[in-house]
């Protein structure tokens, strides 16, 4: 029985325990008129939780739990020493023994019945192949009775963990349906277990977070345990030779800073844009526009922030870039009579400005909320003192929303330094380290993808600094909003 | 009934014709197409004390808010008819709204100190207006506000601590002192009392009684008695007009409008 059945089956369980339950429920309370602590729907629900929690916890566990016990009582059976003398690594013979035992159960009765313990392993690659399941030429003769008892077990665990579930929804429905009596606080239980789904909902967020750090983490020790850290976050040459089969030795240097100065000069640029852009777009939007104007703008500035980062890219590199470059070639040959272009199509400005342009959305619709939300007394107080509307701005209602901005922005500059579509097409890909904007810089972003992309071996330190990288970008966002929050929380203790 | 007379007997003593300060003729004021105001005339006297009183909804409060345009901030509301200060009318393009402000200033419902220290909200209306040249002068502003509002001797050793850290009553003197501050003429308060305790109520009313020596004020109460303790003139509103006006002794004891004799008996309100 598949999964989906017996998730079905719990469910049409559950629901047949809450029907009835509602109707003894509602027969409780006409037939000896007592007033019951929780109305029928509360009973219904109430016993539809006894049977459906219970019994589909436990197809999770068993689930999670059952491949495990029987990929160990498998591995546990192969035969002494012979992983040595082949090439084959556990793992992978592992791997070979479940296709064999998942071939077996694709095969018609008849055909499976034939194999036994000492068929050879090729007669049932053949017999496999036909039915369109390929397996790897490295399995040996010593998989096939493994393979038949993996099957076996996996059937087994299958129609064990079937017979279990399905009891356990019965026995929970039944001992629901017993309990139900005037006095049961169902109403009280089922408000229980909403508060347990919404608690598991936000632990969910949580031990995702916590997954992706380990999975970087230990791939980022590795990468450590190859490229000292000091060369990493203090070498000044990023340049991870790729090297090529054979030429052993040969890693390159992978120095962090050239990335690190580009991240923050772009996003700098951009922030310095956009910022104030943005806030001011927001104070027009939330103080001076009327209700109409501000029906119109704000929808329009939010398209902006729907629009796809590559197609920003798109913009930088086939507008953008070129009008800076051809700008710059009028001016120093207005300035010096050359008309070379100082700067390049590809550069810091190029992809700061056309950042600005992706986080103006941003920064003026965050800003905009926040800005509303400060009270209207207070505007009130303040103009009635004969203060003009700028003053007001400018003394009571951004020193009120200032927390607020400023975790708001920091929000934005975590984007800033997260985006990559956009910096690989307006500012390329080279590493340089310079203080010049017209200049070519890159980030962090994008050489992750680039040391990602592309067919590579998973254990050179040319594709393992990735995980470096992302963690250092990880910790440094991580950063950010920990002083997003240490700001908005002094401030708050400040005034309120 | 007996209690309001007895406060009445002692506190309208001192009434006696004064000039008019503010001036107001067939004042309306609609929200959108809906008309909240229906032609108010009414002076306001000098150095005194006027009472709106009136069931909620009257109009009470969209009228005091005419007298300093506060009603412009409101982007659906708009005013007709004439509102005159010391003979200028206050609804001219001439009239530089930002100046009538500081001149008659408002303290309303719900104590509204800026997220700032107590220091720096009496000191927002004066260093705004220009109103001191050097540091001194602004503490002397600064303290002298706070004194006539009663609350130096409470604040005077933590004035850089926030406002919003006061009690409700306290909250609202500093509102009061921050209106004092930019010296207006004439001071509007929106039921100043209605979120404070009795406690803060009574001296916040003593206080108003002390500012009628310096201040044209008028007030928006719900409370009958506040009007009596607090007020030489009363003026009743009753669904967006104007009820009657009169000395609050003779309101309270005689009023000659069925609507006010109904209210101030309790039969509606």
Partial sequence: MSTLTIIFLVLVIGLAGAFLAYRYSRSLAAKDGAQLHSRPIYHASYVACWAM?????????????????????????????????????????YGIVESLGSGLRVLPADERETITDATPVAELRELLNQRGVPIASASADWMVPL?????????????????????????????????IAPRLRARNGVERVVTGALIAASSIAIMTTVGI???????????????????????????????????????????????????????????????PIGLFAAIYMAEYADSRTRSVVKP??????????????????????????????????????????????????TAGLVMAIMLIPFVSSLSDDIITSVPRSL????LGLGATRSETIKRVILPAALPGIVSALLLTASRAIGETMIVVLAAGVAANL????FDAMTTITVKIVAQLTGDLEFNSPQTLVAFALGMTLFVITLCLNIYALYIVRKYKEQYE | MENIQATLNRGQAVQSAKPIKMKSQDVTVHYGSKQALNGITLDIPERQVTALIGPSGCGKSTYLRCLNRMNDTIDSASVG?????????????AIDVVELRARVGMVFQKPNPFPKSIYENVAYGPKIHGLSRNKQELDEIVHTSLKKAGLYNEVKDRLDEPGTGLSGGQQQRLCIARAIAVSPEVILMDEP??????????????????????????????????????????????????????PTEKMFSNPDDKRTQDYITGRFG
Avoid at chain 1, 75 to 84: C, Q, Y
Avoid at chain 1, 306 to 313: D, L, N, Q, R, S
Avoid at chain 2, 81 to 93: Q, S, V
Wanted: hydrophobic share 50%; proline share 4%; with cysteine.
């Fill in chain 1, 434 to 437: 310079t203080i010049n904007p």
């Fill in chain 1, 147 to 179: 393979a038949i008892q993996l099957n076996g077990m996996q059937i087994f665990s299958r129609w064990a963990m079937t017979a279990v579930v399905v009891l356990l929804a019965l026995g929970g429905a039944f001992w629901g349906y017993r309990n």
């Fill in chain 1, 379 to 382: 505007r009130d107080g303040s």
């Fill in chain 1, 300 to 349: 329009l500035l939010e398209v902006l922030a729907g629009i796809p980062t590559i197609v920003y890219g798109f913009f930088a590199l086939v507008t953008v870039g070129p009008f800076l470059r051809d700008l710059s070639a009028q001016i120093s040959g207005l300035v010096t009579g050359d008309y070379t272009s100082f700067i390049q199509a590809q550069s810091v400005l």
């Fill in chain 2, 81 to 93: 008819g004439k509102i005159t200060l010391d003979g200028e009318d206050i609804y001219d393009p």
């Fill in chain 1, 213 to 275: 750090v380990f999975s970087m983490l230990f791939e980022t020790i590795d990468f450590f345990s190859r490229i000292s850290p000091m060369e990493f976050f203090f070498g000044t040459e990023w340049n991870p030779r790729f090297s090529g089969a054979g030429s052993e030795g040969s890693a390159g240097s992978f120095g962090f800073i050239p990335l690190l100065a580009g991240t923050l000069y772009i996003g700098f640029v951009a922030m310095l844009i956009a910022v």
């Fill in chain 1, 53 to 93: 929690i219970p019994a589909l916890l436990a197809l999770m566990v068993w689930l999670v739990v059952s491949p495990i016990v029987i990929a160990s009582d498998v591995r546990g059976s192969f035969p002494e020493g012979i992983l040595a003398e082949t090439s084959l690594t556990e793992d992978l013979a």
């Fill in chain 2, 193 to 246: 009392c209605s979120a404070l305790d009795p406690i803060a109520t009574a001296t916040v009313e003593e206080l108003i009684d002390e500012l009628r020596e310096n201040f044209t004020i008028v007030i928006v109460t719900h409370s009958m008695q506040q009007a009596a303790r607090v007020s030489q003139i009363t003026a009743m509103f009753h669904l967006g007009d104007l009820a009657e006006v009169g």
